[in-house]
C-alpha cells in the first residue's frame, strides 16, 4: 500500500480485448419511462452493446434480495429500470464500447423520455396517507414492522414518577469510499464468469450472480483484490449486473469505471427518526421505555431489513429496562437505497438513546454520569432472552473515558449558557456517550483453509476481503501466534471463490470473531499433524510432542518443521480445513447467533461559540472493549478511524434533496472529515481482559467507536449551552436555532 | 506523426526520460495509469478535491487529475512508485507502515507524495502546518492522527540523515 504496488480493481491490468462500459443514470427522483431510443447510440463507430429494457433478450430483469431470518421478504428491483425510475441515479441503460470515450458518448445518444411524479423524500411522509407510492404494486410505502419488548409497559409507567419524551432524526449519509462504488471488471467466457470486484461477501455475491445468469453457482468466479475503503458501500449493485449481462452479450471482457457522480448513487445510509418515552422514578430508577422508529430504506430493500433490525434490537441502549417496547417500521422513499454502513442501524439508535438519558437525567436533576452508572448493565446482569449475558465492564469504560479527557465527568447541571458579562463568546462544555452492540451476529459457518509446504511456511486461503480493516495481517498474526512460528512464514491469499470455503462476508464484526476463529481451528488441527506425522518419524506419542519458537520439540531432542515435513517425501503438503463454532440459535429471539457484546464509552470536552454556534473540540477520547486486541496497532486504527467518520456524521455529512434530486452527490458539496477536523487530544484505547470468544480471547470492535461521537457532542452542547440539538449534523446554524437566536 | 491535437512530451517520470505524443486533453493522471501503467498513483474524485492522485512535478504536489500532461514538458514527476531507492524505502513509507497509516490504502500514495512535497518545502512542520497543507487529501478511513504522527516521524529521520 505505501509503495503503490497494491492492486485495487482499476488497477488491475486489461484483459485480452477487454471492452469498457459506462452507466447511464436516471436524473429524477421519481418518473415514468415513456420511452427509451438507443438506436443512434448503438450504431455509433466503437459501440459493442446497449442494454435497457428494450433490450434484454430475455432476461429476467429481477434481482434477488437477499434472505433475512426474521423478515419474509419479496424482491423488489431490477438491474435495470423497467417502468419507472425511483431513485436520483437509478439505472436506465449501460453501453459497452472499445473504450471508454465511445461508450459515455453513446450514452448522450440515448433518449429517454420520462414523466416526473412527485417524490417523497421522508419516512415519516412515506407512511403518512396521500404519500406517492414508491412501489404501486405494494400499495404503500411500508416495508416491514419490527418490534421488540419484554416486561409489562402499562405497569412501567404507571410506576414512574415522571415520563419524559425525546426526539432526535438522523439523515441519510453517502459512505464515501476513496474507491468508487460499482467498478468491476467482469468476463463471461464459456459458460462461466469471472469477475473482479471489490466487495465484503465474494461467497454470497457468486450466488447472486449465479441465480442472475442461471448458472450452478460453481460457474461463477470471484475475486477481490484490495479494496478502497468499504464502510458497508462495497455491494454489488445494478451496474455490476449490467456488465455481467454486457459481457455475456458480447463475449469479452467489459470493464466499469464509475465516475464520482455515480459513486455517490450506489447506495446510502439509512436515515432514521428515534421517538422515546422513558418512564423514570425521581431517584433516576429507569421503569420504561417505549421507542417508536422509522427507518428510511430509500428506492429499494437492499440493507433496510438489517437496518430496522439492528436499529429495533439497539434502541434501548445498554441500560436494565424493567419495561421494554421498541416499534420499528421501514418505509420506501425515494432516495438513494440505503445498504449497510459501518454500525447499521446502530448508529442512529446509539444518537437517540445517548441523548435521551442525558435529557432525561438533567430534567431530574441527577448528573448524567450518575445517572448512567445507576442504570447501567454490569457483568453478569441478564440482557434479553437468546443473548449471552453482560459480559463487559461499562464502569471501567466510563471511568477511561472521561478520565482519558481529563474530565471528572461531574456535569454542570444548570447550565447558564454564555453570561451576557463575559469577554469570550465562547463556552466550554463536556459530554459522554456509551454504545453497546451485539457482537458478531449470523452468518453460519466460516471457513478457512490452511496449508503448510516441506519448507514449513504457512498459506491460509479464504473469502474474507481486505477493505483496510488489516484482515490480512490479523489472520497472519493468529496463524503465527498458534503454530509458533514468525509471521514471515506465513502467507494470506486474496479472497477467490474457487476455493470453496464459505464466509458471510466481512461485516457485522464478523472477520477477528469467525474467520478468526476459523484460521485458529486450521492451525491447530494443522499441529496436530505436525505431532502425529513426528510420532511417526521420531517416535513418542502425538500428545508428547510441542511447537515451540518454529521448532518440533519431543522430550530433549527437537527439529525443524521442515525435517519433520521431509518424512511425507519430496514436496508434500499438509492441508487443513477450520471453521468456527457458531452459536446456538434460540428460538423466537430477535439476536439470533450473537456470541458476546460489543461496548465502548467516549467522552468530549469542547467549546461552543454562543454567537456564531462554531464548534471547538478541544478533546476527545474513546474507549472500546477489545478482549483482546490481536494486532494492537491496527484495532487501535479501527477505533481511531470510527471516530473520525464519527466526526463527520456527528457535524456535517448528510445527504441533501430538493425539487425532485440529489443535491450534494459530487465531491465538491459533500463535506468529509479531514485531518483539520480532528481535536489535538485524541485518546483513543481499549479493555483487553481477554474475556471474548474470539481467538485468544478477543472481541468483535470495528464499529464501538463511530457510534458515540455524535451523542457526546450533542450533550456537551447542552453541559455549555443549556440546548439540545435533536437532528443530525448539528451544524452552527442548528445551534442558533435551539438558543433562539435565529 | 504529430496530430493536430497531439502534443509531442518529453518529460523525466521517476527520474527516467520519457517521450512520446500526448493529446492536449489527456490527463497526467491517465498517462501515468494507462499508458505508463504506474497505478499506484489513484483516480478518484477527479475534481482536485480529494488529494488521492498526488503526484510531484519538480517536487511540488499537484492532482495529476487536474494537471494535463503536456504541462508536465521538461519538468520532473515523481510518483509513488519511485520514491523508494531500490528495496530501501522512504523514511515516510516506512513510518506509514510503523504507525498504521495506511488502512484501505487507497488515498495512500496520495498522502506519502504531499508529505514528500512538505518535507522538502518545510523539513521540520508542526502538526497545525501538516494538517494545513494535507487538508486536500482526504483519508476516509481516518488515519489523519497516524498519518501526522508518520509524517512528523519522517521528518525527524530526513533531519538526522543530514
Not at chain 1, 465484503?200 to 483484490?225: I, N, Q, W, Y
Not at chain 1, 484490495?226 to 449493485?237: D, R
Not at chain 1, 457483568?379 to 469504560?397: N, Q
Not at chain 1, 451523542?711 to 443549556?722: H, S, T
Request: a negative charge.
Amino acid at each position: 500500500k505505501v509503495t503503490g504496488a497494491a492492486e485495487y480493481v482499476e488497477d488491475l491490468p486489461d484483459l485480452p480485448n477487454t471492452a469498457y462500459g459506462a452507466t447511464l443514470l436516471s436524473p429524477y427522483s421519481h418518473a415514468r419511462i415513456l420511452s427509451i431510443d438507443s438506436s443512434e447510440a448503438e450504431r455509433l463507430p466503437g459501440v459493442l452493446a446497449v442494454v435497457d429494457r428494450e433490450h434484454l433478450d430475455g432476461q429476467n430483469p429481477r434481482l434477488k434480495v437477499a434472505p433475512h431470518e426474521h423478515f419474509k421478504l419479496s424482491d423488489d428491483q431490477d438491474f435495470i429500470a423497467i417502468d419507472k425510475v425511483r431513485f436520483d441515479g437509478e439505472l436506465v441503460a449501460a453501453v459497452v464500447a472499445e473504450d471508454l470515450r465511445s461508450a459515455q458518448r453513446a450514452l448522450e445518444k440515448i433518449r429517454v423520455e420520462y414523466e416526473p411524479l412527485p417524490a417523497v423524500f421522508d419516512a415519516a411522509e412515506a407512511l403518512a396517507p396521500g404519500a406517492p407510492i414508491v412501489h404501486e404494486e405494494r400499495g404503500s410505502n411500508l416495508l416491514l414492522e419490527d418490534s421488540l419488548a419484554w416486561g409489562d409497559i402499562e405497569e412501567g409507567f404507571r410506576q414512574a414518577d415522571r415520563v419524559f419524551e425525546e426526539i432526535y432524526t438522523s439523515p441519510s449519509m453517502f459512505h464515501h469510499p476513496m474507491e468508487h462504488v460499482g467498478g468491476c471488471l467482469a468476463h463471461y467466457i464459456n459458460g462461466e464468469l469471472n469477475i473482479w470486484l471489490p466487495t465484503t461477501a465474494p461467497v454470497r455475491d457468486g450466488s447472486e450472480f449465479a441465480h442472475f445468469l442461471g448458472l450452478e453457482a460453481d460457474k461463477v468466479r470471484v475475486r477481490v483484490p484490495y479494496i478502497g475503503g468499504g464502510f458497508g458501500a462495497k455491494i454489488p449493485t445494478p451496474s455490476h449486473y449490467a456488465a455481467v449481462f454486457l459481457s455475456r452479450k458480447i463475449g469479452r471482457p467489459v470493464r466499469l469505471i464509475p465516475s464520482e457522480e455515480h459513486s455517490f448513487r450506489q447506495n446510502a445510509r439509512h436515515a432514521e427518526v428515534f421517538k422515546a418515552k422513558v418512564g423514570v422514578k425521581t431517584d433516576g430508577t429507569l421503569t420504561a421505555l417505549d421507542v417508536d422508529l422509522i427507518v428510511d430504506t430509500g428506492a429499494y430493500i437492499t440493507g433496510g431489513a438489517v437496518a430496522a433490525h439492528n436499529s429495533v434490537i439497539s434502541a434501548w441502549g445498554c441500560y436494565r429496562i424493567p419495561n421494554l417496547r421498541v416499534k420499528g417500521r421501514c418505509a420506501y422513499t425515494n432516495k438513494v437505497p440505503a445498504g449497510h454502513t459501518r454500525a447499521t442501524g446502530k448508529i442512529q439508535t446509539t444518537w437517540g438513546i445517548e441523548c435521551t438519558m442525558d435529557s432525561v437525567a438533567r430534567q431530574l436533576g441527577i448528573d448524567p454520569y450518575q445517572f448512567r452508572k445507576k442504570n447501567v448493565l454490569l457483568r453478569g446482569d441478564f440482557v434479553a432472552k437468546g443473548t449471552p449475558a453482560m459480559d463487559t465492564d461499562f464502569l471501567d469504560l466510563m471511568e477511561q473515558a472521561v478520565a482519558g479527557i481529563g474530565w471528572d465527568g461531574k456535569s454542570n447541571l444548570k447550565p447558564a449558557g454564555k453570561p451576557e458579562t463575559a469577554s469570550s463568546p465562547w463556552v466550554r462544555g463536556r459530554g459522554m456517550a456509551l454504545s453497546l452492540r451485539h457482537g458478531s451476529q449470523g452468518g453460519g459457518r466460516a471457513y478457512a483453509l490452511a496449508t503448510m509446504d516441506s519448507r514449513g511456511v504457512v498459506t491460509i486461503q479464504h473469502n474474507a476481503p481486505e477493505a483496510g480493516q488489516g484482515t490480512q495481517n490479523l489472520f497472519s498474526v493468529i496463524v503465527a501466534q498458534t503454530l509458533d512460528i514468525p509471521q514471515s512464514q506465513v502467507r494470506v491469499k486474496p479472497p477467490d471463490t474457487a476455493v470453496n470455503l464459505p464466509f458471510a462476508g466481512v461485516s457485522a464484526q464478523r472477520t477477528t470473531m469467525q474467520m478468526g476463529n476459523a484460521v485458529h481451528d486450521a492451525c491447530t488441527k494443522l499441529k496436530q499433524e505436525l505431532f502425529s506425522l513426528g510420532a511417526q518419524a521420531k517416535g513418542g506419542k502425538p500428545e508428547e510432542w510441542q511447537l515451540i519458537q518454529g521448532r518440533l520439540c519431543w522430550g530433549e531432542t527437537s527439529f525443524s518443521i521442515s525435517e519433520i515435513m521431509g518424512a511425507l517425501g519430496g514436496n508434500a503438503v499438509l492441508k487443513c480445513v477450520g471453521h468456527n463454532r457458531v452459536p446456538v440459535t434460540v428460538k423466537d429471539s430477535a439476536f439470533a447467533g450473537m456470541d458476546h457484546w460489543a461496548p465502548s464509552g467516549a467522552a468530549i470536552d469542547l467549546e461552543v461559540n454562543a454567537n456564531t454556534g462554531e464548534l471547538r473540540i478541544l478533546g476527545y477520547s474513546v474507549i472500546a472493549d477489545a478482549g483482546k486486541a490481536l494486532h494492537y496497532p491496527s484495532a487501535k486504527a479501527q477505533t481511531d478511524g470510527g471516530a473520525v467518520m464519527g466526526f463527520g456524521h456527528a457535524l456535517f455529512e448528510e445527504t441533501i434533496y430538493q425539487e425532485g434530486q440529489l443535491q450534494n452527490g459530487d465531491p465538491f458539496q459533500y463535506r468529509l472529515p479531514v485531518m483539520k477536523d480532528i481535536p489535538e487530544v485524541f485518546y483513543s484505547s481499549m479493555l483487553e481482559k481477554g474475556d471474548g470468544p474470539g481467538p485468544f480471547g478477543s472481541k468483535g470492535m470495528s464499529q464501538p467507536s463511530i457510534v458515540t461521537v455524535a451523542p457526546a457532542i450533542g450533550n456537551a452542547i447542552y453541559d455549555a449551552l443549556g440546548v439540545r440539538v435533536r437532528s443530525l449534523p448539528i451544524s452552527p446554524e442548528k445551534i442558533l436555532r435551539a438558543m433562539g437566536k435565529i | 506523426m504529430k496530430g493536430e491535437n497531439n502534443f509531442n512530451l518529453s518529460c523525466t517520470v521517476n527520474g527516467r526520460p520519457w517521450e512520446g505524443e500526448v493529446r492536449v486533453e489527456e490527463t497526467l493522471l491517465e498517462l501515468l495509469r494507462v499508458r505508463l501503467r504506474l497505478t499506484g498513483t489513484k483516480r478518484s474524485c477527479e475534481s482536485e478535491v480529494c488529494g488521492a492522485c498526488t503526484v510531484l512535478v519538480d517536487n511540488r504536489p499537484f492532482s495529476s487529475c487536474n494537471y494535463l500532461a503536456f504541462e508536465a514538458q521538461g519538468k520532473s514527476v515523481l510518483t509513488i512508485e519511485g520514491l523508494a531507492n531500490g528495496e530501501q524505502l522512504d523514511p515516510l513509507q516506512e513510518a506509514f507502515i510503523r504507525n498504521i497509516g495506511a488502512q484501505c490504502g487507497y488515498c495512500t500514495p496520495g498522502q506519502i507524495m504531499a508529505a514528500k512535497g512538505l518535507l522538502s518545502e518545510n523539513p521540520a512542520p508542526t502538526r497545525e502546518e501538516i494538517a494545513e497543507w494535507l487538508s486536500g487529501n482526504i483519508c476516509r478511513c481516518g488515519a489523519y492522527g497516524a498519518i501526522a504522527k508518520s509524517i512528523l516521524e519522517a521528518a525527524q529521520e530526513y533531519q538526522q540523515r543530514k
